[in-house]
């Protein structure tokens, strides 16, 4: 361990992907952390479109932030909600009143849905961030096909069997993709009256293609596949109005009988906290050691920050940016008060971007280099069973999705927070 | 396949162990069910207090009741809730509006917590009957340590890290049991301030001793068991008042950080839905073929019936009670009606009543024969393991089991709906 003499606190604030890294630097080196989440759990966001599709529980894409960090004795843990941050005493509230006082602080509280004004959508088209998220999207969904059973008019069965998905980026194609197979070969046998395989899944992204971010290959490879399972891709298909029951297409409106918003997202609000001006999207300009500018021993990171690359591009909202910022930030902030070393600044390395369409089909870009089709898809098994934390997340999940493909049923399918029905 | 031309349809309420069997029996017959059930898995209760201590998520004791039947093309599922019964019109009717009619009639809706005229304890106190309350134990009882950890009075710490269980059997046993292993080797790890290891765990019985199903010897091996995993037990001690930081015990105010109640169940209220007498519980008498005195094509089982053995003694409420019933309705209700036969009366073959206490203890009761010990404890896993439905979850929850079992780990330490917590 190192000198244990320092009384400089680093109170870092939100345990994703990069907050979590922050404090395991900073704790090998045997910094004081202070760790702040409002949750007491770190989530394995990659995943969570499959608890949302009933593929997997969400105790298997959630670790305890104490049992990630239970080696390093000086950090300390904290679950709590900001209230403010006080840059001139340099102490940050929580809602309950107690007070934390830092010496240097870093923001790593990442995203939210944003609805681009429409904020009234969300009750109708929830999003996917957090595990109460998936637990209700996946509630909602499986209610459709109950109620859908139930019904004895065909047309409104038709309207119940209609799911909508928002926006064409990895998530929307991820949850497109396994709604469509979770209809088509596990929900097919549950039902008796109805025919869940003729299940109408709508991808509607508002740009000329899905997967934007993408190769323009890849992209059209997934439209292929997604249809292939039944999926229906709408491009240039700007959503007007979102409903409970229908959603309004280029002045046409269709009859839904779920509708997920994948479209947008946010920087946390917390951003605002800190006073310093935010782009549109509610995020900070950082400097390249992820230092705020004009701030003092303040570092925002992750999706809250807008960093550039050597080519003076903005990084992607991923999740492989923000762990490596959180390990380039836990290593620099370490030299930085142990040794008062100013670091050069973060260089991300690109390790693939990916997204999963289904059973056999996956695309990954490298930007030297593509793969996609069977190859990438149990290449993206191997990656995101081996990047959960925790063995017994990586073998129990191993073990699902083995199960998975053996025999197409999903294990978690739970109705478990019953949003009011409509009657009928 | 039997006969398919008879329209006399089964309405079976409650997919409970009773209900299921029912529905299975005749749905091998080819008999007309319709199963209505307010949630869409059936639960598997024994291991319900494994969620509650974090040990196991949700989806691994909760199997969809459309998968359970769906090779049965004669038992049609509904998810509702019953909101009222027409014994002239022979109707069901459900929550929705819709009318649902019925030749016979079987009720297996179980029961519920019973505060014994102290409704307004539930609020400090939840009982443990469904996911819902298992989730909402579960991070109860970890913010308790949260809140503890971020204390700076000892005497604070000490209430919150103080768990009251109150009722000694099974259930309060086995709670006791599991949440003073999960403080003294999974919590203890956690965190850095508080002593987990050092959590009271009250176990509160108003008989003379816990376990009072099971003989004498048995129940004294658990306390010694217990009390060796640190969990004080208290008999003849009745709870005069519970609030969300204390409980009364013979005039004796003691702080806790949070309480559970496991003491006492009275059948489900479906039960009056009927309009026949029952018992203090809420219970209905039924004759030896677990039909309901005069009543015409009416039967009652599971918890909410009150069916006595060869001796006149009245059945336990166990889940192995309720699955025999169903079994033996599932048969005899096709009979009667493919055949117009009358069944000879239920008779209950006691398979083994059993506790678990903690790791390498547990207790069997088998009448004529008892085991403790380790044995019973290996005994008792295998047994669970082999009853869960499906063969996924068995998989999933012995691997679960075992890796519990080597590195003292419980998987599902997530803390989802956040009660309102109290400032300080």
């Given at each position: 361990?190192?000198?244990?003499?320092?009384?400089?606190?680093?109170?870092?604030?939100?345990?994703?992907?990069a907050?979590?890294?922050?404090?395991?630097?900073?704790g090998?080196?045997?910094v004081?952390?202070?760790?702040?989440?409002?949750?007491?759990?770190?989530?394995?966001?990659?995943?969570?479109y499959?608890?949302?599709?009933?593929?997997?529980?969400?105790?298997?894409i959630?670790?305890?932030?104490?049992?990630?960090?239970?080696?390093?004795?000086?950090?300390?843990?904290?679950?709590?909600?900001?209230?403010?941050i006080?840059?001139?005493?340099?102490?940050?509230?929580?809602?309950?009143?107690?007070?934390?006082?830092?010496?240097?602080?870093?923001?790593?509280?990442?995203?939210?849905?944003?609805?681009?004004?429409?904020?009234?959508?969300?009750?109708?088209?929830?999003?996917?961030?957090?595990?109460?998220?998936a637990?209700?999207?996946?509630?909602?969904?499986?209610?459709?096909?109950?109620?859908?059973?139930?019904?004895?008019?065909?047309?409104?069965?038709?309207?119940?069997?209609?799911?909508?998905?928002?926006?064409?980026?990895?998530?929307?194609?991820?949850?497109?993709?396994?709604?469509?197979?979770l209809?088509?070969?596990?929900?097919?046998k549950?039902?008796?009256?109805i025919h869940?395989?003729?299940?109408?899944?709508?991808?509607?992204?508002?740009?000329?293609?899905?997967?934007?971010a993408?190769?323009?290959?890849?992209?059209?490879?997934?439209?292929?596949?997604?249809?292939?399972?039944?999926?229906?891709?709408?491009?240039?298909?700007?959503?007007?109005?979102?409903?409970?029951?229908?959603?309004?297409?280029?002045?046409?409106?269709?009859?839904?009988?779920?509708?997920?918003?994948a479209?947008g997202?946010?920087?946390?609000?917390?951003?605002?906290?800190?006073?310093?001006?935010?782009?549109?999207?509610?995020?900070?300009?950082?400097?390249?050691?992820l230092?705020?500018?004009q701030l003092?021993?303040?570092?925002?990171?992750?999706?809250?920050?807008?960093?550039?690359?050597?080519?003076?591009n903005?990084l992607?909202?991923?999740?492989?940016?923000?762990?490596?910022?959180?390990?380039?930030?836990?290593?620099?902030?370490?030299?930085?008060?142990?040794?008062?070393?100013?670091?050069?600044?973060?260089?991300?390395?690109?390790?693939?971007?990916?997204?999963?369409?289904?059973?056999?089909?996956?695309?990954?870009?490298?930007?030297?280099?593509?793969?996609?089709?069977?190859?990438?898809?149990?290449?993206?098994a191997?990656?995101?069973?081996?990047?959960?934390?925790?063995?017994?997340?990586?073998?129990?999940?191993?073990?699902?999705?083995?199960?998975?493909?053996?025999?197409?049923?999903?294990?978690?399918?739970?109705?478990?927070?019953q949003?009011?029905?409509?009657?009928g």
């Amino acid at each position: 361990m190192a000198d244990k003499g320092s009384t400089q606190r680093v109170v870092i604030i939100g345990a994703g992907f990069a907050g979590i890294e922050v404090a395991r630097g900073l704790g090998k080196a045997g910094v004081p952390v202070t760790l702040i989440d409002r949750q007491n759990y770190h989530l394995f966001q990659p995943l969570l479109y499959q608890v949302a599709t009933a593929a997997l529980s969400p105790g298997d894409i959630a670790e305890p932030i104490r049992k990630m960090l239970r080696r390093y004795r000086s950090v300390e843990v904290v679950l709590g909600d900001i209230t403010g941050i006080d840059r001139e005493a340099r102490t940050v509230a929580l809602a309950d009143g107690t007070m934390i006082a830092y010496d240097w602080l870093v923001l790593a509280t990442g995203s939210m849905h944003s609805y681009f004004g429409h904020d009234d959508w969300s009750v109708s088209a929830p999003g996917l961030k957090t595990i109460e998220d998936a637990r209700r999207i996946r509630s909602r969904l499986l209610l459709a096909f109950e109620e859908a059973e139930m019904s004895r008019d065909p047309a409104e069965q038709k309207r119940l069997m209609t799911i909508a998905v928002i926006g064409g980026g990895p998530t929307g194609v991820e949850l497109a993709g396994s709604i469509a197979e979770l209809a088509r070969y596990t929900l097919a046998k549950d039902f008796h009256r109805i025919h869940a395989e003729a299940t109408t899944v709508l991808l509607l992204e508002a740009g000329d293609r899905i997967l934007n971010a993408f190769p323009a290959s890849l992209a059209a490879y997934a439209q292929r596949k997604l249809e292939r399972l039944g999926v229906t891709v709408r491009v240039r298909a700007a959503v007007e109005r979102v409903t409970d029951r229908s959603i309004l297409l280029a002045g046409e409106e269709i009859g839904v009988g779920f509708t997920i918003w994948a479209a947008g997202v946010s920087a946390s609000g917390l951003g605002r906290l800190l006073g310093v001006p935010t782009d549109r999207a509610g995020r900070i300009a950082v400097n390249g050691d992820l230092s705020v500018p004009q701030l003092q021993n303040t570092y925002v990171l992750g999706d809250l920050a807008v960093c550039k690359d050597e080519h003076g591009n903005p990084l992607p909202g991923l999740a492989q940016v923000a762990k490596q910022e959180g390990q380039y930030l836990g290593r620099a902030l370490a030299r930085r008060i142990r040794e008062g070393l100013s670091p050069p600044p973060f260089r991300f390395r690109n390790r693939g971007n990916t997204a999963i369409i289904g059973r056999h089909a996956a695309v990954f870009d490298f930007g030297w280099w593509q793969l996609r089709g069977w190859i990438a898809w149990v290449f993206w098994a191997l990656i995101h069973v081996y990047l959960l934390s925790g063995f017994e997340h990586r073998l129990l999940v191993a073990v699902q999705w083995l199960w998975r493909y053996l025999t197409y049923e999903r294990g978690a399918r739970l109705i478990v927070e019953q949003p009011k029905r409509e009657s009928g």
